[in-house]
């Protein structure tokens, strides 16, 4: 526990430096990119292959070449938009993947490969994205991640009885969901009430995008739950002392983090000033 304390400690430090401490873009930028090129490499480990043993260089180069698309796409925004465009559409076929696993499973093949670029690219420079519009909205959105999956945790362990996706993730319960989605509303209203000056068709619009973002946040995490079972492996990785990889701790912003950035500007282009 006091391994698992330290270092969500350091982690959070880190983070919070690179987003307030400077007002300089590249703290964040160099933190993106590192954190997809190591997510990029566990993301590899989690894929088919002919044997037990994971090929590191070739992992490392997966890393490096998720790195790299992701460096693209921090540069020029258009990349960053069409990524977006295809993290989104994935998400929503997982939809299906998660329901009919593991029923169905043909999703588990080599275009994973393809799937893991887009989608840690897409994150890390959605990510990047909100941060850039403002450190706070970077900070809300992962208090309605973090918020949610805390409501989620507490309620579903007191509470939990139906369970979400038995399958996939035993643990997670409907109740759970509720408790999560009821822990995040509280978040929103404090934030709509307090710091925003919308109209109330903006503030519709304001929650319609929160709420879709709280529930990607769990498909997310559902995702990354039945890849590591359909690959045989509990953590993603082991460079977090008592919380296993980069992935496992982001593996809920993987689906969040792009709807909440695209939903912000699709807001912007209809007039909606966040």
């Known amino acids: ?48 292959r002919n044997t037990k043993n994971v090929i590191k260089p070739l992992a490392w180069g997966y890393g490096l070449v998720t790195a790299i698309l992701s460096a693209l796409a921090l540069h020029y925004s258009d990349v960053a938009l069409l990524l977006w465009a295809a993290s989104i559409f994935t998400w929503i076929l997982s939809v299906y993947w998660v329901k009919s696993y593991p029923e169905y499973d043909n999703w588990y093949n080599p275009s994973l490969k393809g799937i893991g670029l887009v989608l840690v690219s897409a994150a890390v420079t959605a990510i990047f994205a909100v941060w850039d519009s403002s450190p706070w909205w970077l900070m809300y959105l992962f208090l309605l991640v973090w918020g949610a999956d805390s409501g989620a945790y507490f309620v579903g362990r007191k509470l939990g009885k139906r369970k979400l996706a038995a399958d996939v ?6 109740e759970g969901l509720y408790g999560g989605l009821f822990t995040a509303m509280i978040i929103v209203v404090v934030v709509e009430v307090m710091y925003l000056d919308l109209s109330i068709a903006e503030h519709i ?57 695209a939903g912000m500007y699709v807001l912007k282009l209809i007039g909606v000033d966040l």
Not at 209 to 234: C, N
């Open 169 to 174: 993730s035993p643990n997670k319960s409907v």
């Open 205 to 261: 619009l304001f929650l319609i995008l929160s709420v879709v973002t709280v529930f990607s946040s769990v498909l997310g995490d559902l995702f990354e739950s039945m890849i590591k079972r359909r690959a045989g492996i509990k953590d993603s990785g082991r460079i977090l002392p008592g919380h296993g990889g980069v992935l496992d701790r982001i593996d809920s912003l993987l689906a969040a983090a792009p709807i909440f950035a």
């Open 1 to 48: 526990m006091l391994e698992r304390i330290i270092t969500a400690l350091v982690l959070v430090s880190v983070v919070l430096s690179c987003m307030f401490a400077t007002e300089s873009k590249y703290p964040m930028l160099v933190l993106m990119i590192i954190a997809s090129a190591v997510a990029g490499y566990e993301w590899f480990k989690l894929m088919p």
